[in-house]
């Protein structure tokens, strides 16, 4: 199990002027963890947010950040802001500079990066949030999804170990806030510890690692989501709503319906859970099979050729530069978000599917489609389509 990052012990906050908004908090988040904060407005999930890079000093109780105490003078709190990256509610109050440049070199600037230094902090910072060629740009002129990207790639820059983004899809449209979350799933899988708090419910149940739910500044319930989410009495207290999913798999159960193994966490799992309930196996499908485009390594000509040659072939993108590439190349997605359980969802219908995706994620697509196949006992074939312009199958 990964070590503690971050850790608060009986922590308590009022305002000047105001009530109690944190009422003696303990709890830890562990390195690379995917943690969701969930509650109503003014559970005080903002506030305690604020205190994870030292924004918000606790009136009592102590914040640990690495397992040391953290220390609210000037240099200390210099150190700890450039290892926990705060992304703010509102883009249009963090971004400041003129041009998306400007804005994402703000951070490295301060730091005491050299011009060279910064300038290689900034195009790594735009690469991973899908933005690259946008340097000029006045952030101004961005879509909302757009912005919220450059806020992001301003922490990014900085090269912090954790992301702290509050309420990070709120404004943006269902597409806009599934992209984000993808965005944050790469860069939870490429090492990054990831906190947001939300009450989007529906978004925080597949993604998070852990939930925490918040009501009155008190964590009224902590766990996986499952189980965070899973009685619907606390829910209800914490003025939320079930996830979909949770509710069908309750309405299924108190019908008399035995469902068998977990809570299902997304559409794949309730699809396995119903399928094995009505026994699939008298009607055996023989599965389509995945292909893989890693687009860090595939030229123009290939995915283009390989695409007109399977015509009707659904397409997923994970992750930002995979779904600029497929913009680029004008190529239809059909899906952009939770793109390997809804390729396995094709193939367990008998269709293929593609998955255009970026070097780092390759892995985890066969990892994902392995471990469906040993939970379910069906095999689904995962090609990589390889610079030799040739498709094979990963051993
Ligand atoms: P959430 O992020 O869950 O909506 P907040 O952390 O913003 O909750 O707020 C928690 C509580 O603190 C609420 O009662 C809110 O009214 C209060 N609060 C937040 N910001 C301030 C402030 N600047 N001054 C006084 N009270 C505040």
């Known amino acids: ?37 969930v509650g109503p407005n003014g559970a005080g999930k903002s506030t305690l947010l604020t205190m994870f890079n030292g924004m918000i000093r606790p009136d009592s ?9 953290v220390r609210y003078d000037t240099a200390s709190l210099r150190m700890l802001r450039k ?10 109050r963090q971004i400041i500079a003129p041009t998306v440049y400007q804005d994402v070199a703000f951070g490295p600037t301060n730091l005491g990066y050299s011009e060279n230094e ?5 195009e790594l910072a735009l690469r991973h949030v899908g933005l690259e060629g946008f340097n000029r740009r006045p952030p101004h ?30 404004g943006l449209d269902p597409s806009g806030s599934e992209d984000i979350m993808e965005l944050l799933d790469e860069l939870n899988h490429n090492g990054k510890t990831v906190i947001i708090s939300t009450h989007d419910v529906e978004l925080a149940y597949p993604w998070a690692d852990r939930a925490i739910l918040m009501i009155c500044g008190k964590i009224l319930r902590e766990d996986i989501p499952e189980v965070a989410f899973g009685n619907p009495e606390f829910v209800r207290m914490a003025h939320l709503s079930l996830p979909t999913l949770l509710e069908l798999h309750l309405e299924l159960q108190s019908r008399g319906f035995a469902i068998p193994g977990k809570k299902p966490r997304t559409v794949l799992d309730m699809m396995h859970s119903i399928e094995t309930l009505f026994d699939r196996k008298h009607n055996p499908i023989i599965p389509g099979t995945i292909m893989v485009c890693n687009v860090d390594q595939n030229d123009k000509g290939l995915l283009s050729s390989f695409l007109s040659l399977n ?7 994970m992750g930002s530069r995979a779904k600029q590439r497929a913009e680029i190349e004008r190529i239809r997605l059909d899906f952009t978000y939770g793109v390997i359980d809804k390729c396995i969802l094709k193939a367990l219908l008998g269709n293929n599917s593609l998955i255009l995706t ?16 040993l939970e379910s006992g069906i095999h689904i074939a995962v ?7 040739k498709v094979t199958q990963k051993p």
């Open 1 to 37: 199990m990964s070590s503690i990052i971050l850790e608060a012990r009986d922590i308590r906050y009022r305002y000047p002027r105001g009530m109690e908004a944190i009422c003696g908090i303990s709890f830890h988040i562990r390195k690379k963890e995917k943690i969701a904060l």
């Open 61 to 69: 109780g102590i914040m640990l950040f690495d397992n040391n105490p």
């Open 83 to 92: 290892r926990v990256g705060f992304v703010l509610q509102n883009p249009d």
């Open 118 to 122: 910064t300038k290689n902090a900034v």
């Open 141 to 170: 002129q961005l879509s909302g999804g757009e912005k919220r990207r450059v806020a992001i790639a301003g922490v990014l820059a900085m090269d912090p170990d954790v992301l702290v983004l509050d309420e990070p899809t709120s």
């Open 311 to 317: 015509h009707g072939l659904s397409v997923g993108a």
């Open 358 to 373: 970026t070097e780092s994620m390759v892995d985890r697509i066969f990892k994902r489609v392995g471990a469906y196949g």
């Open 383 to 389: 090609n990589l389509l390889d610079e030799d312009k």
